[in-house]
């Protein structure tokens, strides 16, 4: 008894035969499929005169034709078709048309219709998509040889007998123009199918080396990338991300949502606010850069910035996001040991300017003590001291963020006029025209102390930044409730990097550090404070080569 399991293997075998798409089929088995059916309906003719028309079995020309069959689907088994030219198969059908029509004349007294059988050698051909134009002559021909021959091997000449039974041929040209047809249809689809198809192979064989080369470069960052689509599903993270999220982590929380996430303000102690969390900002469509926050908690507490870029569908409208992260930690850390050298130091500085200050200030005080020459020596001690002092002081507020402003109503085209007055000796020994455009009067309230402080400085380093001569050009004027001042120079310029930079403390460009221009990159932090804690702006375009102008806009 065979074994159920053995049954069922050697089963599917033989079905995957019949699964298999004809062309997927070695040249043989196509050869012998194709022959197949006329074989079945041969067998089964050769049973039906076994039956009822035994004598038929004696026809020598019936007999011709079993055998011819048989011979014919033996040939389709062992010749190896795929070593002969390519089309010899095709004498298969054009002999299966010969061995047809002695089948005709051999049992034309017991089963008719048997020449009906050559519709399967002609479909054969017609299917065949070779020779196409030679099939469907064959087509005609072919049964026309079956039902005229045997007339002239009888001598049987006349009109009506050739005439009778040319309906038979003419149907079996038009089965085979159909399946010509049909089939030179099916073959362009094919073709176009198979371009396709290698097309879709090419495309995916491009993609699939785009996206190995994607995997790469993601995993080789140094930077933690997180893509999200349109309903905040992560569709790609790096491995540095999946460390950073580890890290924001809750330790009682293994699969936390956004809003669990371990994620801190600035101050390293104030959980962020959902809608400021950035995967969450990247979801609702922002598009921001360098936001610092701090993931984690204890000694494990580190410092990021996230930037996201929203992505787009070819409709416009928004698909996702991706949110980079990147590790600024020991920047963080750094800047913040700067910050408190400064303080320390400026702290260190500010006891003796005092004392300094107020021995010198004694001293001034009495006026038979000293003669005129000292009594000058010592205003220039005092006046240096006061503007060390005042340096200091800034220094400390800068990082503290908060500058001390006393605001008046101030008239500032004197502003600006003292400004320039003051530095017309030095732009006179560089070389450089000062000029002013400026209205009758400007009322503003402000601090006149700390607004002629950001002008000086501005004028200052026009001046300074100017080492070949040039313009420079201060102007004032009042717009929509704001008042604006301008300082423009015509000389060296910044680059983009440097505008960038311009505002950090302790930066100073390139040039400026190879010409020996005198400065320790803070005038303009210092600036910037002043006018933003007036509620102001102060902006700059620059150009390399041709200069830079300052703005700044404060509320009248």
């Keep these: 008894m065979t074994h159920p399991s053995t049954w069922d293997i050697g089963d599917k075998k033989k079905l995957l035969v019949f699964r298999r798409s004809f062309h997927e089929h070695t040249l043989r088995m196509r050869v012998v499929l194709s022959q197949l059916p006329l074989s079945v309906c041969v067998c089964i003719s050769a049973i039906l005169v076994w039956l009822y028309f035994p004598a038929t079995l004696e026809n020598p020309l019936f007999l011709i034709f079993l055998l011819s069959q048989a011979l014919l689907l033996a040939l389709c088994i062992i010749v190896p078709w795929h070593r002969l030219p390519f089309a010899s198969f095709l004498t298969i059908p054009i002999l299966d048309m010969v061995s047809i029509g002695f089948a005709r004349e ?24 070779l020779y196409p134009k030679l099939a469907i002559v064959m087509s005609f021909l072919g049964p026309l040889g079956i039902v005229w021959v045997p007339l002239f091997v009888r001598g049987t000449l ?74 905040g599903h992560d569709i790609l993270m790096n491995r540095r991300q999946r460390q950073t999220h580890a890290l924001a982590t809750p330790p009682v929380n293994d699969d ?20 400021r969390r950035p995967v969450r900002r990247a979801v609702l469509g922002e598009r921001f850069t360098d936001q610092l926050v701090w993931l984690g908690s204890g000694k494990e507490q580190r410092a990021f910035t996230a930037s996201a870029r929203p992505m787009v569908d070819d409709a416009g409208k928004f698909a996702g996001s991706v949110v980079v992260f990147s590790d600024v930690t020991d920047l963080v850390n750094a800047l913040a040991a700067k910050d408190d050298f400064v303080a320390n130091v400026s702290h260190e500085f500010r006891t003796p300017l005092t004392s300094i200050l107020g021995y010198v200030e004694l001293i001034l005080d009495e006026p038979d003590a000293l003669d005129a020459r000292a009594r000058k020596q010592l205003d220039i001690v005092r006046r240096n001291a006061e503007r060390l002092l005042t340096l200091v002081s800034d220094l400390l ?93 015509t000389g060296m310029g910044m680059n983009e990097q440097e505008q960038a930079e311009a505002f950090t403390k ?51």
């Design 256 to 275: 936390p949502n956004e809003s669990q996430l371990l994620i801190f303000d600035t101050d390293r102690t104030t959980p962020l606010p959902a809608d």
């Design 397 to 489: 507020a800068v990082r503290s963020g908060q500058i001390v402003i006393q605001p008046h109503s101030v008239d500032v085209v004197e502003l600006v006029r003292g400004s320039v007055t003051s530095a017309e000796p030095r732009a006179a020994k560089a070389g450089i025209r000062l000029s002013m455009d400026l209205p009758d009067a400007l009322e503003a309230h402000v601090d006149s102390s700390r607004i002629a402080q950001v002008l000086d400085n501005l004028v200052s380093n026009a001046i300074k930044y100017s080492p070949d001569g040039g313009d420079v050009e201060v102007a004032a004027w009042e717009e929509q409730d704001f008042v604006f001042c301008r300082v423009t120079d």
């Design 106 to 129: 051999g049992a034309v007294e017991s089963i008719t219709g048997l020449s009906v059988l050559v519709v399967l050698p002609v479909i054969w051909l017609c299917a065949s998509g």
């Design 158 to 231: 006349s009109e009506q007998d050739f005439t009778k039974p040319l309906l038979f041929p003419i149907l079996m040209l038009g089965i085979g123009v159909s399946v010509s047809v049909l089939t030179l249809s099916m073959v362009r689809q094919q073709r176009a199918l198979e371009e396709k198809d290698e097309a879709l192979k090419e495309a995916l064989s491009v993609s699939t080396k785009q996206e190995r080369l994607l995997n790469t470069v993601m995993e080789a960052l140094p930077l933690g990338v997180v893509a999200v689509d349109g309903d």
């Design 506 to 556: 302790f930066f100073r460009a390139g040039r400026v550090r190879k010409s020996a221009i005198p400065g320790v990159g803070l005038g303009l932090p210092i600036s910037k404070a002043i006018v933003e804690a007036h509620g102001g702006t102060i902006t700059l375009e620059s150009v390399p080569g041709q200069g830079t102008t300052f703005t700044v806009k404060m509320p009248s």
